[in-house]
C-alpha cells in the first residue's frame, strides 16, 4: 500500500543553465506542493501504514527549511551565493542546482535519512519511502525514487554539502535536527502525537 502526505513550501531560485532564459537569469520563487508516498506491505496498530500525525514533527520541519528561504547552488558564482546569504537570513545550499528534479532528490535524501534512523513504537512495519514529487507550478512537477535520489550521473547529494542558514536551523523544535541526521542519532517516534 502506498501513503501520500502533502507539504507547502514558497522559495526562491535560479536555475542556471535551463533552456528558459528568465529562469537561469533571474531570482524567482515558486508555491512548491512537495509530496511524500510511502508504502508497506504492513499496517501499525491503529491500521495504518504510517501515522500522518507523525509526519508533522521532524519530517515537516525539513521540507519547510526550504520555506520563504533562498535555494542556491553550491556551484553557482561565489558573489552571488554571498549576495544571497547578506540579503536574506533564511538560505539553504545544495550541491545541485534547484530544479524541481533536483529538489524531489535532496528532499527524498533527507526524509530517507531521517526515517531510516527512526525507531517506531506502534507496530509500524517495513515502512519506505517510494518517491517525493516536487510540484514546481500547478502544471509541472518532478517525481523522485530512490534510483533517482542516490544516482551519481545525476549530481552526488551528500549530506556534507547541504547547508542551512542558522535563521534556519532556529527554525526547528529541535535546532540540531540536521546534525543529529548527519551524524547518525536515533530518533524515536512519539507514542502520541
Known sequence: MIIRKMFKFESAHIVRGCSTVKCRSSLHGHSYKVELLFESNFLDNGQMVYDFGLMKQNMKALIESFDHSIAIWSEDSKE??????????????????????????????????????????????????????????DTGYAQAFREDAYSLNMGLIDLDDIIFSSEVQNSWHDSKLFEKIKNKEKFINPKSV
Open 80 to 137: 552571488y551565493i554571498e549576495d544571497m546569504k547578506k540579503h536574506s537570513s533564511r538560505w539553504v545550499v545544495i550541491p545541485v542546482s534547484p530544479s524541481a528534479e533536483q529538489f524531489s532528490r535532496v528532499i527524498f535524501i533527507l526524509i530517507d535519512k531521517l526515517l531510516e534512523l527512526t525507531t517506531t513504537v506502534n507496530g509500524e512495519k517495513e515502512v519506505k519511502l517510494n518517491s517525493v514529487i516536487a510540484h514546481e507550478t
